[in-house]
T-cell receptor, first 110, second 114 residues
Framework: AQRVTQPEKLLSVFKGAPVELKCNYS??????LFWYVQYSRQRLQLLLR??SRESIKGFTADLNKGETSFHLKKPFAQEEDSAMYYC????????????FGTGTRLLVSP | DSGVTQTPKHLITATGQRVTLRCSPR?????VYWYQQSLDQGLQFLIQ???????AKGNILERFSAQQFPDLHSELNLSSLELGDSALYFC?????????????FGDGTRLSIL
């Protein structure tokens, strides 16, 4: 069964501090991992996906199959990064469903 | 705005009633997904349609049903409503039918059962 765990409900940091939002997954096949973000009064939107291997808004995430993790990182947090972040997992073939974690609220204080 | 649109934004009704939530996908997208988000829960996948056909099913209750019409809009029907059905219901769309494709979300419909 697919499962995504985000152990922190809330992560509070100061502006300029490094940020790491944790995501662990459970999946027997070959996973595809995503980070979605929801800023205040905006829609849930895709932030990045592991197959793209890109940095979006300074965020990166590396898929670690050994540790079954896909942590989201940013070296220097900005106030505008404050949002709800969801890690999500799907299989890489066919009609596999997208499974979301419960989300982590990131609060960046000045 | 050619993004995903959901109506209504808010819905308040009583136990035992039936409601219909509507979703129009982003222009060009053929897949529609429905999710339920209850308090302190992540988004729970309910069902997916692709070009009018059901493609995948999650933990959707038998009291719930959905369909996708020829114009690609979708409706989620919730019947015999219970207090526990109070939640935010999101619709998302994507171009293709694989769940590994980026999904574009609507603003959601907040359903409150009194």
């Amino acid at each position: 069964a697919q499962r995504v765990t985000q152990p922190e409900k809330l992560l509070s940091v100061f502006k300029g501090a490094p940020v790491e939002l944790k995501c662990n997954y459970s999946y027997s096949g070959s996973p595809e991992l995503f980070w979605y973000v929801q800023y205040s009064r905006q829609r849930l939107q895709l932030l990045l996906r592991h197959i793209s291997r890109e940095s979006i808004k300074g965020f990166t995430a590396d898929l670690n199959k050994g540790e079954t993790s896909f942590h989201l990182k940013k070296p220097f947090a900005q106030e505008e990064d404050s949002a709800m972040y969801y890690c999500a997992l799907s299989g890489n073939t066919g009609f596999q469903k997208l499974v979301f974690g419960t989300g982590t609220r990131l609060l960046v204080s000045p | 705005d050619s993004g995903v649109t959901q109506t209504p934004k808010h819905l308040i009704t009583a136990t035992g009633q039936r409601v219909t939530l509507r979703c129009s996908p982003r222009s060009g997208d053929l897949s529609v997904y429905w999710y339920q988000q209850s308090l302190d829960q992540g988004l729970q996948f309910l069902i997916q349609y692709y070009n009018g056909e059901e493609r995948a099913k999650g933990n959707i209750l038998e009291r719930f049903s959905a369909q996708q019409f020829p114009d690609l809009h979708s409706e989620l029907n919730l019947s015999s409503l219970e207090l526990g059905d109070s939640a935010l219901y999101f619709c998302a769309s994507s171009v293709g039918q694989g769940a590994n494709q980026p999904q574009h979300f609507g603003d959601g419909t907040r359903l409150s059962i009194l």
